[in-house]
């Protein structure tokens, strides 16, 4: 870090977060709570502050008046202004705005709660697991605080075992979607702001002392080691060992516990089949501890740098991708794996070998599936447009949401790409920022390429890129949108692209809005033919930009966005989409489809 970035660190308090993350949940003892919670839409927040304005889970004693109390009146006489079982209720997971139309451009806070009973065996503990909640979610359970969370695409969660009863839980969760200056995503953004409990809610059962988390993926740079870590949580010295096993590959490692309650390990094995798209293979692993058996899905490949190339399992590869927003079809916040099915399927039937999953975290489900079918991917935090890059807070909210994308996905080899920002305006203070976010994934995982989408700089018909934190990137990726925001697209093949950097280079977003089945001709914005003809001539000048190893064009699927209000055309939707939000593939569909099927990248 800076000295200044240090400085300002100490200056001000430290972000407060939840629990340490549990990873793996789709493997591990689960309950689910999805299904229908009932809601209390809280504008003013009375349930969270008193009439004087304090917050009423910093007083002390019962608060009746709290909504988290979830609170009934003993009597006729007695005044409580709020019943969730009297209230209605909504499907988690799920967002507010899709599913209520009076909430569509709600933003502010609601309530919600869910009754459950749950019957703790011996020596068991119980964690509630969170997916994601968009935007800040305090949680309650049984009148009890549990923590608070902020960011609203990474999972979290929180040990409830000495709270939990038998009978009659309530879990409430208060979820705030208000967009703040000093927030990650920051006030701006380019796509909806979709709030609600978004993602899974899941009652994770486990022993007194468990497998938390682990690594097991092949070390950086070499192709027959196989290295990382296993942490126990409450690590009971009467379990010295933990077993990993790989029944495929014949890998039985027993390995000894450090008295913190981790294992580092390297096992060594020269008959590994590596994942890639074209075979994506993987392994089922199996870690023990104790009594406990965790499986996972995971395969081996390496991913690193040769100067221009990027190199898989020791081969260069280029990256056909295309850039993908989480939302569903019917303009709702995508959660289900039918959701992500339809997604990557798609992306396969353009061709693809890669996906950029833009801005933010992704579900795990698109992560997991990526890995069954062949995709590699990108994945990025939302440190978006004008992060407020001075505010140590901040940092540390931006730190906190890479550490917990990181911690969920090391495990899954399609993830080849870190991205620590997208689009941000370069100065001192943001070239700090962004370059510790690059130090600490790289402290967290350094199997893998860190980037960043970058802006270029152009002067007539020559375009470049010129910015300090690229000096510490692995790729060399940028935004450009010839034809779209300024340039004309007949002079495509005559600009000249230099870069100073020898380094893969990859347009992370290029394209152009087109309404679908609107057509005119090729020179008539907001057709399918001027969308047609913007890819015609852009893939003519990106196939000439030097050290050119791989693309994401923006974007698979027209999105919800505040931003795009144009009657009759946009009407609240980014239409740069290659397919229509209805499922309808346009005509540049078929142009970079074609693209990928003949192109072949220089040697």
């Known amino acids: 870090m800076s000295k200044i970035f240090l400085y300002i660190l100490f200056l001000f308090p430290l972000f407060v977060f939840s629990q340490e993350l549990i990873t793996n949940v789709p493997n591990r003892t689960t309950t689910s709570l999805n299904g229908e919670w009932n809601y209390i839409v809280d504008s003013y927040e009375t349930g969270y502050y008193s009439f004087h304005r304090d917050v009423y889970d910093q007083q002390k004693g019962v608060q009746n ?6 609170y009934h009146a003993k009597n006729k006489q007695e005044l409580v202004e709020y019943d969730f079982d009297k209230s209605p209720t909504m499907t988690i997971p799920g967002d507010w705005n899709s599913q209520k139309e009076n909430l569509f451009y709600y933003e502010g806070t609601v309530w919600f709660k869910k009754s459950f009973d749950y019957d703790v065996k011996d020596n068991k503990r119980l964690f509630v697991y969170f997916g994601a909640a968009n935007y800040k979610a305090e949680v309650y359970l049984n009148g009890k ?20 009863k038998s009978k009659d839980n309530f879990l409430v969760v208060k979820v705030d979607n208000v967009r703040r200056k000093e927030a990650v995503p920051t006030l701006n953004t380019d796509w909806f702001n979709y709030g609600g409990i978004t993602r899974d809610v899941l009652l994770i059962e486990e022993p007194k002392s468990f497998i938390q988390d682990y690594t097991i993926q092949l070390k950086k740079g070499e192709k027959n080691t196989i290295s990382g870590f296993v942490k126990i949580n409450s690590f009971d010295e009467s379990t010295e060992f933990v077993i990993i096993k790989i029944p495929e590959l014949k890998i039985n ?117 990526a890995d069954k079918i062949g995709l590699m991917v990108w994945e990025e935090i939302p440190v978006y447009w004008t992060v407020d890059f001075t505010n140590p807070e901040t940092y540390k909210n931006a730190e906190n949401q890479l550490v917990e994308m990181i911690s969920r996905d090391k495990n899954r080899c399609s993830t080849i790409i870190w991205s620590m920002a997208n689009e941000t305006p370069i100065s001192d203070a943001r070239n700090a920022f962004i370059n510790n976010l690059n130090a600490k994934a790289r402290t967290l995982d350094n199997t893998r390429l860190i980037s960043a989408a970058l802006l270029t700089k152009s002067e007539k018909l020559n375009s470049y890129v010129d910015d300090a934190i690229a000096e510490k990137l692995d790729i060399v990726a940028f935004n450009e949108y010839l034809g779209w925001y300024g340039g004309n697209l007949e002079d495509a093949e005559k600009i000249k692209w230099t870069s100073k950097y020898n380094k893969p280079v990859v347009v992370s977003e290029f394209g152009g809005d087109a309404k679908q089945g609107l057509h005119g001709e090729i020179n008539e914005r907001w ?77």
Not at 65 to 70: E, I, L, P, R, V
Not at 569 to 586: A, F, P, T, V
């Open 145 to 164: 605080k549990l923590g608070i969370h902020e960011g609203g695409f990474t999972p979290f969660n929180f040990d409830v075992s000495s709270i939990i």
């Open 527 to 603: 057709t399918e033919e001027f969308q047609e003809y913007l890819y015609i001539q852009n893939l003519k000048m990106i196939e000439k930009i030097p050290n050119i190893s791989g693309l994401s064009p923006w974007i698979l699927v027209d999105f919800r966005s505040p931003r795009r209000l144009l009657p009759g055309i946009q009407d609240g939707y980014n239409r740069k989409g290659l397919i229509s939000n209805d499922g309808i593939k346009k005509k540049a569909f078929f142009v970079l489809k074609d693209f990928y099927e003949k192109y072949k990248p220089a040697k």
């Open 253 to 369: 490692y027993k390995g000894k516990i450090d008295t913190d309650g981790k294992i580092n390990f390297e096992i060594t094995n020269k008959k590994i089949q590596y994942w890639s798209p074209e075979k994506p293979k993987l392994y089922n692993v199996f870690v023990e501890y104790n009594t406990q058996i965790i499986k996972d899905n995971i395969g081996f490949r390496t991913i690193e740098t040769q100067n221009s190339k990027i190199i898989l399992n020791g081969k260069p590869i280029f990256l056909r991708g295309i850039s993908i927003h989480e939302e569903n079809a019917i303009g709702g916040r995508a959660n289900s794996e039918a959701d992500a099915i339809r997604l990557l399927t798609w992306a396969k039937e353009l061709g693809c070998n890669y996906v950029r999953l833009a801005h933010y975290p992704h579900n795990e489900n698109m992560v997991r599936l």
């Open 65 to 70: 008046a709290a909504y988290y109390s979830n």
